[in-house]
């Protein structure tokens, strides 16, 4: 039996990301859905979102052609009721990095060269000279490692968030060697379906990062935090995003603890052999995908 709803308002959140493309699809179908010339059919739309943030993604395009993709640049942007928000209740405890963030955001912070703002020194970690770069913000970030990378607690709450994959995986392979104790390598089998004539070798697909895939070699030790990537169980907490711990593994099977949410501290296995064949179920703590709210100390590498 059908059961007809009436949809009486529509919430599109995060619209400064999208092309004013996908929102102009969407806007003309509904008027053909509905049969009604009016934006969106005549249904309320609600778009929200911050424009200092992150604009629509165009690939090798220029500063002009990121700003035709945005909404503002769409027929439907005139027909738009705007409201403003003015506070920012995530850092209202701390209006000094409050207005920071709105003088970026407003294009009000003095730039030094090239497009490039000065960061306050409360913000930046120094690098001491001593070693690779990425070592002083991890020893800034995550002090004390080896005393406390047994402590749920102490991993969850710290991020180092990163701008690009090949910055995140080189922030990994840093951090893993960090931990004690031995670590477990797992390789992923590639395989490119309907290549009869073997073009592709196995070798050349192994070298592949491509966006949602995980590398071809993926290192592990115990109290490593690691992500879920599919949605397995979702009312056991196994679902995609989930934060875990890995405390053990043996040859084919991984032990896990749910690190965040209602649903902890419960543990689960999986089988690697199911996990590498997927491709993508779990992937190191790739900080790029997480939420940065509720977490203690945060960190991103910057280069010049």
Not at 173 to 182: G, H
Not at 248 to 260: D, P, R, T
Request: aromatic content about 6%; some cysteine.
């Amino acid at each position: 039996m059908l059961t007809s709803f009436v949809i009486l308002m529509i919430i599109w959140d995060e619209a400064p990301m999208a092309k004013r493309q996908t929102i102009e699809t969407v806007d003309r179908s509904f008027k053909d859905i509905m049969d009604i010339d009016k934006p969106f059919g005549g249904k309320v739309m609600v778009v929200e979102g911050d424009y200092r943030q992150v604009l629509p993604v165009v690939p090798k395009s220029t500063r002009a052609e990121i700003v035709n993709a945005s909404l503002v640049k769409s027929y439907l942007w005139p027909l738009i009721e705007k409201i403003q928000f003015t506070r920012n209740m995530r850092v209202r405890t701390d209006p000094t990095f409050s207005e920071f963030l709105l003088r970026v955001g407003n294009g009000d912070k003095p730039i030094i060269r090239d497009n490039l703002i000065l960061l306050p020194e409360q913000l930046t970690v120094k690098h001491s000279g001593d070693g690779i770069p990425e070592e002083s913000i991890i020893k800034e970030i995550f002090p004390n490692l080896q005393e406390n990378v047994a402590t749920t607690k102490y991993v969850t709450e710290r991020a180092i968030l990163a701008s690009r994959n090949d910055h995140v995986d080189k922030l990994n392979d840093k951090l893993i060697s960090m931990f004690p104790r031995e670590s477990k390598i797992f390789n992923i089998f590639d395989s490119l379906e309907d290549d009869t004539n073997n073009y592709y070798q196995e070798e050349y697909l192994n070298a592949l990062t491509p966006n949602g895939l995980l590398p071809h070699r993926l290192e592990l030790k115990e109290n490593a935090p690691i992500m879920m990537l599919r949605n397995l169980d979702p009312s056991s907490g196994l679902c995609n995003g989930t934060r875990m711990i890995c405390r053990g593994f043996s040859q084919n099977v991984l032990h896990a603890e749910i690190s965040s949410g209602t649903i902890t501290p419960y543990t689960y296995m999986a089988i690697v052999t199911q996990i590498i064949n997927s491709l993508h179920i779990v992937d190191t703590n790739n900080i790029t995908l997480l939420q940065i709210s509720g977490l203690e100390d945060i960190g991103t590498p910057m280069q010049t």
